[in-house]
């Protein structure tokens, strides 16, 4: 024994690290394996389930016979009608108040912190409580104001509507949309931005020429991501305009409309005939993490073509 | 030839006369006082060991200074009697009359075309042809044309290290400045790349005021007219590069450029 730890260290390692890498190696592995069974049971639950009755009648026709019956269109119609106009609000809204923060401000300003402090806390405000904000801000406030001086008092925007769903929704995304454009505008060299100045570029013209362009991969990533986030949150809508059945579509801005997430909590709870509304709630669930994902996935896809395109390994 | 490196009258344009110029990197002196005349249409090598003030020194003569917060200058810095620091003056401006090279190749993640196109472009440029004539003619200055001239739509970062190089400085000439300011242009470069950019300088300095920062003596004795000598932030000597390699008036010159130090 004495000879051997005198001597040069052995290629075989001791067995000590061996044993604790193993430990580690378990640990983490079984870990990981629940996840992805958690996972999976959940797919499985759902497209075993569900598939059966995603027909395209299902996709195509509005609930009838008491939500036991039909299919979803409505709340198809309506959650991608929601998504578009809250990512028609909170994009450029986002990238500005990005672009701002990360080129113009100056990072020690107080003020400066003061923003950067205000959009981390948005981003973990519980979605419940931007519903009742939009609730008492964009309903009473705000369509209540608009009602006295365009409706003479009428109930028009004053009510729960398409428009203030979508802004309280665009209010919730901002926060991921701001922190990934700054991320985005934060990863371009400033090697580029030195070129470009030095070159006699305004500083306008450095953003817009040179850094945008680099950053509109990230950008479009945070928008999508933000979005798919979006399509399906409920808690922001349920008292600012998705509605529990309607016989028609929205057809203008403060309109009530339908809604996946929440058709799924409608159909949970009130159906008058459970068993009937079952596989009906299954595919519902499935055509949401199906759109869920086919987001995602265009983030993805999006990403590597543009990046594709901007670092230039091809033509 | 004059007979001073100060005297440098002959030189039609792209003189740069400095005058009293100090550098602050917020209270912390970073270089000064500097007076001195870089003469135009020759090419000016600024030495001195790392932190010695010759970048601090090089980018304030186009202003690039300012991109560093909490960068501030004092004094005077006149290109053919206008002065680049005075009221009113923008540096978006200066740095059109007065170019810069990095150390590092930075071209744009575009095509070799819109790189060396872009500043043209942002000064209003749009006539079509009149930008492919400026193009090639940029792209020619730099010894790149042959090599690129198939393949301008092509992206730049596919362009080797020494071309990407040649490239920044196609797109530098291509505003059609009257000085260019090389930050150690060659040193990231294997030694081929490096002997055609020192060609390339000997080129420029036909028509172009060149100062260019090396940590390379034989470089600077190379590619120079005139070398300063700056050391701790200060000029310590500045005179025909033959008089410094030779018979400096400054021991610590001769210490430096000897290798004794630094």
């Not at chain 1, 026709?61 to 009608?81: V, W």
């Not at chain 2, 790189?115 to 004539?133: F, Q």
């Given at each position: 024994?004495?000879?051997?730890?005198?001597?040069?260290?052995?290629?075989?390692?001791?067995?000590?690290?061996?044993?604790?890498?193993?430990?580690?190696?378990?640990?983490?592995?079984?870990?990981?394996?629940?996840?992805?069974?958690?996972?999976?049971?959940?797919?499985?639950?759902?497209?075993?389930?569900?598939?059966?009755?995603?027909?395209?009648?299902?996709?195509?026709?509005?609930?009838?016979?008491?939500?036991?019956?039909?299919?979803?269109?409505?709340?198809?119609?309506?959650?991608?009608?929601?998504?578009?106009?809250?990512?028609?609000?909170?994009?450029?809204?986002?990238?500005?108040?990005?672009?701002?923060?990360?080129?113009?401000?100056?990072?020690?300003?107080?003020?400066?912190?003061?923003?950067?402090?205000?959009?981390?806390?948005?981003?973990?405000?519980?979605?419940?409580?931007?519903?009742?904000?939009?609730?008492?801000?964009?309903?009473?406030?705000?369509?209540?104001?608009?009602?006295?001086?365009?409706?003479?008092?009428?109930?028009?925007?004053?009510?729960?509507?398409?428009?203030?769903?979508?802004?309280?929704?665009?209010?919730?995304?901002?926060?991921?949309?701001?922190?990934?454009?700054?991320?985005?505008?934060?990863?371009?060299?400033?090697?580029?931005?030195?070129?470009?100045?030095?070159?006699?570029?305004?500083?306008?013209?450095?953003?817009?020429?040179?850094?945008?362009?680099?950053?509109?991969?990230?950008?479009?990533?945070?928008?999508?991501?933000?979005?798919?986030?979006?399509?399906?949150?409920?808690?922001?809508?349920?008292?600012?305009?998705?509605?529990?059945?309607?016989?028609?579509?929205?057809?203008?801005?403060?309109?009530?409309?339908?809604?996946?997430?929440?058709?799924?909590?409608?159909?949970?709870t009130q159906s008058p005939d459970v068993d009937a509304t079952r596989p009906l709630l299954y595919a519902t669930v499935l055509v949401l993490l199906l759109l869920?994902?086919?987001?995602?996935?265009?983030?993805?896809?999006?990403?590597?073509?543009?990046?594709?395109?901007?670092?230039?390994?091809?033509? | 030839?004059?007979?001073?490196?100060?005297?440098?009258?002959?030189?039609?344009?792209?003189?740069?006369?400095?005058?009293?110029?100090?550098?602050?990197?917020?209270?912390?002196?970073?270089?000064?006082?500097?007076?001195?005349?870089?003469?135009?249409?020759?090419?000016?090598?600024?030495?001195?060991?790392?932190?010695?003030?010759?970048?601090?020194?090089?980018?304030?003569?186009?202003?690039?200074?300012?991109?560093?917060?909490?960068?501030?200058?004092?004094?005077?810095?006149?290109?053919?009697?206008?002065?680049?620091?005075?009221?009113?003056?923008?540096?978006?401006?200066?740095?059109?009359?007065?170019?810069?090279?990095?150390?590092?190749?930075?071209?744009?993640?575009?095509?070799?075309?819109?790189?060396?196109?872009?500043?043209?472009?942002?000064?209003?440029?749009?006539?079509?042809?009149?930008?492919?004539?400026?193009?090639?003619?940029?792209?020619?200055?730099?010894?790149?044309?042959?090599?690129?001239?198939?393949?301008?739509?092509?992206?730049?970062?596919?362009?080797?290290?020494?071309?990407?190089?040649?490239?920044?400085?196609?797109?530098?000439?291509?505003?059609?400045?009257?000085?260019?300011?090389?930050?150690?242009?060659?040193?990231?470069?294997?030694?081929?790349?490096?002997?055609?950019?020192?060609?390339?300088?000997?080129?420029?300095?036909?028509?172009?005021?060149?100062?260019?920062?090396?940590?390379?003596?034989?470089?600077?004795?190379?590619?120079?007219?005139?070398?300063?000598?700056?050391?701790?932030?200060?000029?310590?000597?500045?005179?025909?590069?033959?008089?410094?390699?030779?018979?400096?008036?400054?021991?610590?010159?001769?210490?430096?450029?000897?290798?004794?130090?630094?």
């Open positions: 024994m004495s000879r051997s730890t005198e001597a040069q260290p052995s290629l075989r390692a001791s067995r000590r690290p061996r044993t604790g890498d193993a430990v580690l190696w378990l640990a983490t592995g079984l870990a990981t394996l629940l996840v992805v069974l958690v996972l999976l049971v959940i797919l499985v639950d759902v497209v075993k389930n569900g598939a059966p009755r995603l027909t395209l009648g299902f996709l195509t026709q509005a609930p009838s016979d008491g939500m036991t019956a039909g299919g979803i269109f409505p709340a198809i119609f309506g959650t991608l009608a929601l998504v578009l106009l809250m990512t028609v609000a909170a994009l450029p809204a986002g990238v500005a108040t990005a672009i701002y923060l990360h080129e113009y401000a100056s990072p020690t300003a107080t003020a400066t912190r003061i923003v950067r402090i205000a959009v981390n806390n948005l981003a973990g405000v519980p979605s419940i409580v931007f519903g009742l904000f939009g609730l008492g801000f964009f309903i009473q406030f705000v369509g209540g104001g608009m009602d006295k001086l365009f409706y003479g008092g009428n109930k028009v925007f004053a009510q729960p509507a398409l428009i203030w769903a979508a802004l309280t929704m665009a209010i919730l995304t901002l926060p991921v949309v701001i922190v990934a454009t700054e991320e985005a505008l934060a990863a371009v060299p400033r090697e580029l931005r030195l070129a470009s100045a030095a070159l006699g570029a305004t500083k306008f013209q450095t953003i817009w020429h040179v850094v945008l362009p680099q950053a509109v991969p990230g950008i479009l990533t945070g928008a999508i991501l933000s979005i798919s986030r979006g399509a399906g949150e409920v808690a922001p809508i349920l008292f600012t305009g998705a509605a529990y059945f309607l016989p028609t579509l929205p057809h203008s801005l403060h309109d009530q409309f339908m809604h996946l997430g929440y058709h799924v909590y409608v159909l949970a869920t994902f086919a987001l995602n996935a265009t983030a993805i896809v999006v990403r590597s073509r543009m990046r594709k395109k901007f670092s230039g390994s091809h033509a | 030839m004059t007979q001073t490196a100060l005297a440098a009258s002959e030189s039609p344009t792209g003189n740069l006369a400095v005058s009293e110029l100090f550098v602050y990197y917020g209270p912390k002196r970073a270089l000064g006082p500097v007076t001195m005349l870089v003469p135009g249409k020759q090419v000016t090598a600024l030495v001195g060991p790392s932190g010695c003030g010759k970048s601090t020194f090089l980018r304030s003569l186009n202003r690039m200074n300012e991109m560093i917060p909490g960068c501030h200058v004092k004094g005077e810095v006149n290109l053919d009697d206008e002065p680049i620091y005075g009221p009113g003056v923008d540096a978006v401006a200066v740095r059109r009359r007065i170019g810069m090279v990095f150390q590092k190749s930075n071209p744009f993640p575009k095509s070799i075309y819109d790189n060396v196109a872009y500043g043209l472009r942002i000064g209003g440029l749009t006539d079509r042809s009149e930008l492919g004539g400026k193009v090639e003619h940029a792209l020619k200055q730099s010894a790149l044309w042959d090599e690129v001239k198939d393949r301008l739509h092509e992206s730049a970062l596919g362009l080797s290290g020494g071309q990407q190089q040649r490239l920044c400085i196609a797109r530098a000439l291509a505003v059609e400045p009257d000085v260019l300011l090389m930050d150690e242009p060659a040193s990231a470069l294997d030694p081929i790349a490096t002997a055609h950019i020192e060609e390339l300088i000997h080129e420029l300095a036909h028509n172009y005021t060149v100062v260019i920062v090396t940590h390379n003596m034989q470089q600077a004795a190379r590619v120079s007219h005139h070398t300063a000598f700056f050391y701790m932030g200060d000029l310590v000597e500045f005179d025909k590069t033959e008089t410094i390699f030779t018979k400096p008036k400054q021991s610590r010159t001769e210490d430096y450029i000897t290798g004794r130090f630094g």
